[in-house]
């Protein structure tokens, strides 16, 4: 049994109806040979087998008596693998875009571990899918990312395994759970007391540690005072949802970031900037700034065994105004590498970690604060993946598209997956909220080929064929290139 993290139980108190708090993906598999169907069974025997390795895979949310404390995690008495890993029908394989969408439509039930894995074993001819889900209080995106390397093989042919026997520890009783929340938030009082005295014992390092947590505070509240701006990304939403994703070659990115001497995660954000700039002009609405959320990860080497979010939140205004792609990148680098040298990235973690001490009626309230548009209006994630081939069950992984939350009040987000030779751009978005979001595939490519052309790099070739099918669904000449 373990306690969750403020941070993790954040993830549940911000859950809504019309906000699940999931992370996921979409892979696209190309089966082996002449193989009809991917091997449902051989996959879950191969999860079975692997289950030791993710404990958390087993665990179930339990309540503290009377709100007292964050809730903990436990064994779930009843697991069943069979719940967790479903086959989906030859109705849902017809339409597979709209089956992910049905299956990330649905939140994950409180009442077992929270997670799912759906397979579509067929798609099409040497085409299958398999979508998964995990619950953003047990994992942040690199975590995820580990956990479902587990799943995934590094060869075709992957060395079979046997499950490891398991039964569930018995469940702590109410009486027992009550005694641990006191004593849990006690031990928090203590630890944050003895990080005082630890401070006032070391002057130079209290005085490092202070100034950045009293910038990153001085800058949260800036954010709290000065809302994001009013944009019609932030409406509000309903529980559907649908995927949209892209593929851009790794190679072109990184050709970008070396001709322009910057990092990969400034060329995503000049890539996105100049999409949503496309996208508001298609929406008739006024290209305007926006406040982006960028998850940072934080998790050290001492996190390396650790399940649970390692992360924090640093905040960017993304020059959506700006017209010209190299000028909005320029722009991009400046603001990022002020962020980096200002420390509030350390600080924000410091204050994050200290949201234990808050009484527990004001926690939900803050969770909510963080989330609501108010803050930002818009989450761009940026997450490394494997940069080796993945196999499901001998099938080889041809995409991993990602999917990043979104709370209540924001109709998209927008994560970014680098697997094998691919950068895979994953709009997540409430498709009535936003329908003109299945056109951002095309506008992400605009956005990339603009930064090529103006950067002096020299765009990808089109295919005839696919310059046909780009112009029968162009959009209007105004959201191009502006």
């Avoid at 005082?196 to 130079?204: D, I, T």
């Amino acid at each position: 049994m373990a306690r969750l993290s403020t941070l993790d139980a954040s993830f549940l108190r911000v859950e809504t109806e019309t906000a699940h708090m999931h992370v996921g993906w979409m892979s696209t598999l190309a089966l082996p040979g002449d193989t009809q169907r991917l091997d449902g069974e051989l996959l879950t025997e191969r999860i079975a087998a692997r289950l030791h390795l993710a404990p958390r895979f087993r665990q179930r949310v339990v309540q503290a008596p009377l709100a007292m404390g964050d809730p903990y995690w436990q064994d779930d008495p009843s697991f069943d693998l069979q719940r967790h890993v479903t086959t989906l029908g030859d109705d849902a394989a017809a339409s597979p875009r709209e089956a992910a969408d049905d299956f990330l439509s649905r939140p994950l039930p409180r009442d077992r571990p929270l997670w799912e894995i759906a397979l579509l074993p067929r798609t099409g001819p040497g085409r299958a899918v398999v979508l998964g889900k995990i619950h953003h209080a047990m994992v942040d995106g690199v975590a995820a990312v580990e956990l479902g390397v587990l799943l995934f093989d590094l060869a075709p042919d992957g060395p079979a395994t046997q499950a490891v026997d398991w039964a569930p520890t018995p469940a702590t009783g109410p009486l027992r759970l009550a005694l641990d929340s006191v004593g849990d938030s006690a031990l928090e009082q203590f630890r944050a007391m003895r990080t005082v005295a630890s401070l006032g014992l070391s002057p130079a390092r209290g005085l490092r540690i202070a100034d950045s947590v009293r910038r990153a505070a001085f800058s949260l509240a800036e954010d709290a005072f000065n809302p994001a701006p009013d944009s019609y990304l932030n409406v509000p939403i309903g529980p559907r949802r649908t995927l949209v994703d892209h593929g851009v070659a790794l190679r072109r990115l990184l050709r970008l970031k070396e001709r322009n001497s910057t990092t990969l995660n400034d060329i995503v954000l000049a890539v996105v900037g100049g999409a949503i700039r496309r996208l508001a002009l298609l929406a008739e609405e006024e290209p305007e700034d926006l406040r982006v959320m960028i998850p940072v990860n934080v998790r050290g080497t001492e996190d390396s065994e650790s399940q649970g979010n390692r992360i924090t939140f640093a905040f960017v205004d993304l020059p959506v105004r700006e017209r010209h792609a190299v000028r909005r990148l320029t722009t991009i680098r400046e603001r990022t590498l002020e962020l980096k040298e200002s420390g509030r990235v350390a600080g924000s973690d410091m204050l994050l970690r200290s949201l234990g001490a808050l009484p527990a009626p004001l926690k939900t309230p803050a969770a909510r604060l963080a989330a609501s548009p108010r803050l930002y209006n818009l989450t761009v994630s940026n997450v490394p993946g494997p940069r080796v081939p993945l196999y499901v069950a001998g099938a080889h992984v041809r995409s991993i598209s990602p999917v990043i939350p979104i709370p209540d009040r924001h109709a998209l987000s927008i994560g970014v997956l680098t697997y094998n030779d691919q950068a895979h751009f994953a709009a997540y978005a409430d498709p009535d909220a936003l329908p003109l979001v299945r056109r951002l595939p095309m506008m992400l490519d605009d956005s990339v080929r603009e930064l090529e052309l103006l950067s002096g790099s020299p765009p990808r070739k089109v295919s005839a064929r696919a310059a046909t099918k780009r112009s029968s669904v162009a959009s209007p000449p105004r959201a191009r290139f502006n």
